[in-house]
């Protein structure tokens, strides 16, 4: 069996990050699983130039947000992990406080309780102490806070350099193998 990877967008600003990671997932031997939230569907439209239907395409499964008896519900649905790219505050509050009210929301509940690795691209700026708690109780829980924080020492050309960076901290978390940005120290 493939490794499985969920991939959910939420309505943050952002929602790049989520596209080109489903972009590079798909060039490797991996099942990727995706679901959009409705904010996240418009902001596909305000931020790029892919419909939605565009990166559901890119996906071997897609979900609708509020199919909660979809198979990502269930923890006895394996997976690699999932990440939220990027992920709302709204969305970190529910994952926090552990309210499933959409299928986002349980998928990463479901990973949680499994001790499946979960990522959570939060972007919100600046953050204030609730936001800052609601990050303290998801990690205490497991998640990997992955904010979408670029680094220089590498030189970044594009933005698609700082994206892949991102995206290349993700994919080391995940244990996924990839180029996507030089490490420090090391040259390509």
Same mark, same amino acid.
């Given at each position: 069996?493939?490794?499985?990877?969920? !991939?959910?967008?939420? @309505? =943050? *600003?952002?929602? !790049?990050?989520?596209?080109?990671?489903? %972009?590079?997932?798909?060039?490797?031997?991996?099942?990727?699983?995706?679901?959009?939230?409705?904010?996240?569907?418009?902001? !596909?439209?305000?931020? +790029?130039?892919?419909?939605?239907?565009?990166?559901?395409? $890119?996906?071997?499964?897609?979900? %609708?947000?509020?199919?909660? @008896?979809?198979?990502?519900?269930?923890?006895?649905?394996?997976?690699?992990?999932?990440?939220?790219?990027?992920?709302t505050i709204k969305?970190?509050? @529910?994952? =926090?406080?552990?309210?499933?009210?959409?299928?986002?929301?349980?998928? =990463?509940?479901?990973?949680?309780?499994?001790? /499946?690795?979960?990522?959570? $691209?939060? /972007?919100? *700026?600046?953050?204030h102490k609730g936001?800052? /708690?609601? $990050?303290?109780? =998801?990690?205490? $829980? @497991?998640?990997?806070?992955?904010p979408p924080m670029?680094?220089?020492?590498?030189?970044?050309? +594009? !933005?698609?350099?700082?994206?892949?960076? *991102?995206?290349?901290?993700?994919?080391?978390?995940?244990?996924?193998?990839?180029?996507?940005?030089?490490?420090?120290?090391?040259? /390509?």
């Open positions: 069996m493939k490794k499985r990877i969920v !991939i959910a967008i939420t @309505g =943050a *600003t952002g929602v !790049i990050y989520g596209i080109e990671m489903l %972009r590079e997932l798909s060039k490797r031997d991996l099942e990727t699983h995706l679901i959009i939230s409705e904010s996240g569907k418009k902001n !596909i439209s305000f931020e +790029t130039d892919y419909s939605v239907a565009e990166v559901e395409s $890119m996906a071997d499964k897609v979900y %609708r947000n509020d199919h909660l @008896g979809a198979p990502l519900a269930s923890g006895s649905f394996l997976t690699g992990g999932m990440v939220v790219a990027p992920c969305t970190l509050s @529910g994952i =926090a406080n552990s309210y499933s009210d959409n299928l986002i929301v349980r998928a =990463a509940d479901v990973s949680l309780k499994e001790k /499946r690795k979960l990522v959570l $691209m939060v /972007r919100e *700026t600046p953050l936001h800052l /708690r609601l $990050m303290s109780m =998801a990690a205490n $829980m @497991g998640a990997h806070i992955l670029p680094s220089f020492y590498n030189h970044p050309q +594009t !933005i698609e350099d700082i994206i892949h960076q *991102t995206i290349g901290k993700a994919f080391d978390y995940l244990e996924i193998e990839h180029t996507l940005f030089e490490r420090w120290g090391e040259k /390509r």
